[in-house]
């Protein structure tokens, strides 16, 4: 069996104050090795970032703590046995509906998504996208109007392979489109 080390982060704090700990949690997960097992404390479920680590082959198992205490455990998808069996039967199940969403793609027009952020305190522009992108199939898009240029976002578009405009406004705001590929 392999050797288990646990990597914790807590953004609890950074959520309270209002500061996207996105960037943070990135930069974790990049130095993590196949066989660490990340724990996630968040205020709340952090169902995009669920998205985008199943993208970088991690399955997880989320859990309430209490009221504004959450704890997702990550780890690779090689070690899912690691969590309990019914997280795996979980996954497994996803997998299906995500290839079966990708077959009926093939057979639509794609959609877009718009999506209006201006006002929202962070990190909410950025998990709002990052949901409808992954509520979105192959071919569609989703469209923001976001307060300023969204730094994280677009770092994190670019390390899944999203094709995206960005397209700034005279009142500072920017407009973005995006493509799921």
Request: charged share 30%.
């Amino acid at each position: 069996m392999e050797q288990k080390n646990i990597v914790e982060l807590d953004v609890r704090p950074q959520l309270q104050k209002k500061i996207e700990p996105f960037q943070l949690i990135m930069d974790t997960v990049k130095s993590l090795k196949k066989e660490d097992v990340f724990i996630l404390h968040a205020t709340f479920k952090p169902t995009p970032l669920l998205g985008v680590m199943k993208m970088k082959g991690y399955v997880n198992k989320v859990e309430k703590q209490k009221k504004n205490h959450w704890t997702v455990t990550f780890v690779h998808k090689k070690y899912k046995q690691w969590l309990d069996g019914e997280e795996s039967q979980a996954e497994d199940t996803l997998t299906a509906v995500l290839q079966s969403k990708e077959k009926a793609s093939s057979k639509r027009e794609p959609k877009t998504i718009t999506l209006d952020n201006r006002g929202l305190e962070p990190p909410q522009p950025m998990m709002r996208t990052l949901a409808a992108l992954d509520r979105s199939l192959p071919g569609d898009s989703v469209h923001i109007h976001n307060d300023r240029v969204p730094i994280f976002l677009i770092e994190e578009l670019n390390h899944l392979g999203c094709p995206f405009e960005v397209e700034e406004q005279g009142d500072g705001s920017a407009k973005v489109k995006i493509q799921k590929v």
